[in-house]
């Protein structure tokens, strides 16, 4: 068997890429982690020396004489006198992630059998992993490289870091969030939206659908009736069912929700007033008044999701909850349109009692979202950043979206266009007979990233027709030529039917 000090092996242990995003420092820990962790490295063997694997791997020896040093600290490497550096048997010591137990295998237990919820069940996301390094991206709720503020985030991240911010938000806070973020999404965001609240009618979330299921767990059960947008928001109406409810299909139309066709019965109505998901329209003045009425006299709760609310539209409207005199309305907002939404950060406004309800369990479940992050979003909303980063992403959003629209009708007029006055994306109706998911297919081998419509509605078939085209992450030059290649895919597969 040939020895780990072999150099030419060691080398086959590593995949160093120039386009990782990670230094190539943090590469070699990880893949010597990785090493150690799935048992490839005996304790008895001792790692090539840092002169030898740095030259085999192309590397300054500096650079791997720091990854040992790291790797030392952290506990994976003992370094040895005049013997090199070796596994630490401690971490040997304990079973790998994933190993039997003897012979027993893991998957004589009938796990499905066992669960109290159908997670699994459920339709999956839309997983759109390779639309970075499509040419044509036009994908609904990523950010734009481009356009993300780094070296604001980054300045803010630093200061988080400090030796007094740490000593502030490091302690476990059990229940409570940062008071500096709840202040500035008092003083900030909610006001954007017309939203005015006192600090115990807040509570931060590890994101919108975070909170949506809070709500679903702490309000929702079997034989709870919830209304929703038909077209809606389908992770919504996922946990909604997870959570035992009976989800009831509302219709929608250019004025936003049919208040009108609200079932009977229903306790709970969920809706995205600002922008629709996914339609992007806006719920009418006199349909916002009927649904709040409605609500009144038939005891009603609404959820009204921001959705995609927090850029500056062409005719911004404010939020349900700022005219809301019962204390019916539950606000649930978020940062994932406008920061990025792999910071998952979100919140819910809503009466004080209500919110000390979540609070407790949030606290059994997380007990609070990680206290450094709300400290960095803090201080980037209270040093202005935000307020910038929208005034810029609206601006640029407003021309793509024009730009697109105007393509459609050159290049594929035959798709009606959902007009609104706002929003991330635009909603298409193919003619009858137009199979989106075909068409996705066909767009994604020529390089355009697009989504199919019926995942957004209860019945998937009622939503064969229809495409979703989002503006956030493609470059304004790139929308002529990607509309240009979507339109040869719908043809070329017209001319094959």
């Known amino acids: 068997m040939a020895q780990r000090t072999d150099p030419a092996i060691w080398s086959g242990l590593f995949r160093l890429s120039p386009d990782s995003g990670q230094t190539l420092q943090a590469q070699i820990r990880q893949a010597i982690v990785a090493a150690i962790l799935d048992r490839q490295i005996a304790a008895s063997m001792p790692l090539p020396s840092c002169r030898v694997l740095a030259d085999r791997l192309g590397v300054a020896r500096g650079t791997v004489v720091l990854a040992f040093q790291q790797l030392v600290d952290q506990g994976f490497l003992v370094a040895r006198e005049r013997r090199g550096h070796f596994v630490n048997p401690d971490v040997l010591a304990s079973p790998p992630a994933g190993a039997p137990f003897g012979d027993r295998a893991l998957s004589a237990i009938d796990w499905k059998a066992r669960r109290r919820i159908a997670a699994t069940d459920l339709p999956e996301p839309t997983k759109q992993d390779n639309w970075m390094k499509a040419p044509y991206p036009f994908v609904y709720g990523q950010f734009d490289p481009a356009l993300f503020?780094?070296?604001?985030?980054?300045?803010?991240?630093?200061?988080?870091?400090?030796?007094?911010?740490?000593?502030?938000?490091?302690?476990?806070?059990?229940?409570?969030?940062?008071?500096?973020?709840?202040?500035?999404?008092?003083?900030?965001?909610?006001?954007?939206?017309?939203?005015?609240?006192?600090?115990?009618?807040?509570?931060?979330?590890?994101?919108?659908?975070?909170?949506?299921?809070?709500?679903?767990?702490?309000?929702?059960?079997?034989?709870?009736?919830?209304?929703?947008?038909?077209?809606?928001?389908?992770?919504?109406r996922d946990v909604f069912r997870l959570s035992g409810a009976e989800v009831l299909p509302t219709p929608v139309d250019g004025d936003g929700l049919d208040v009108g066709a609200i079932p009977k019965g229903a306790d709970y109505v969920f809706v995205t007033p600002n922008h629709h998901c996914p339609t992007m329209v806006a719920m009418s003045e006199t349909r916002r008044a009927a649904l709040l009425a409605d609500a009144e006299a038939n005891d009603r709760v609404i959820i009204e999701d921001g959705y995609d609310s927090q850029l500056a539209d062409d005719a911004p409207q404010q939020a349900l909850k700022s005219v809301d005199r019962s204390g019916r309305v539950i606000y649930v907002g978020s940062m994932s349109k406008t920061l990025a939404p792999g910071l998952r950060l979100g919140?819910?406004?809503?009466?004080?009692?209500?919110?000390?309800?979540?609070?407790?369990?949030?606290?059994f479940m997380m007990r609070h979202p990680p206290a450094n992050n709300q400290r960095a979003v803090a201080l980037f909303l209270s040093l202005g950043h935000h307020e910038a980063l929208v005034r810029r992403l609206s601006s640029s959003f407003q021309e793509r979206r024009e730009r697109l629209i105007s393509e459609l009708r050159l290049q594929m007029p035959e798709w009606k266009i959902t007009r609104t006055s706002g929003g991330t994306s635009v909603w298409l109706e193919g003619p009858r007979g137009s199979d989106a998911r075909g068409v996705v297919e066909a767009a994604a081998a020529r390089g355009v990233v697009t989504q199919a419509g019926a995942r957004y509605f209860d019945d998937a078939e009622t939503g064969s027709r229809f495409l979703r085209l989002g503006i956030s992450s493609i470059p304004l030059n790139h929308i002529e030529p990607g509309i240009r290649e979507l339109a040869s895919a719908i043809g070329r597969r017209s001319a094959a039917a």
């Open 149 to 236: 503020p780094t070296a604001e985030w980054r300045e803010c991240n630093r200061m988080a870091l400090a030796v007094l911010e740490i000593r502030d938000w490091a302690g476990d806070r059990i229940d409570q969030d940062d008071p500096l973020l709840i202040e500035q999404i008092q003083a900030r965001l909610l006001p954007r939206r017309g939203i005015f609240a006192n600090p115990d009618e807040i509570i931060v979330t590890l994101g919108a659908q975070n909170a949506i299921y809070m709500l679903s767990r702490l309000l929702m059960g079997t034989g709870t009736r919830v209304a929703m947008e038909d077209p809606g928001y389908p992770e919504a």
């Open 347 to 363: 919140f819910i406004v809503a009466p004080a009692p209500l919110v000390a309800e979540l609070r407790a369990l949030r606290r």
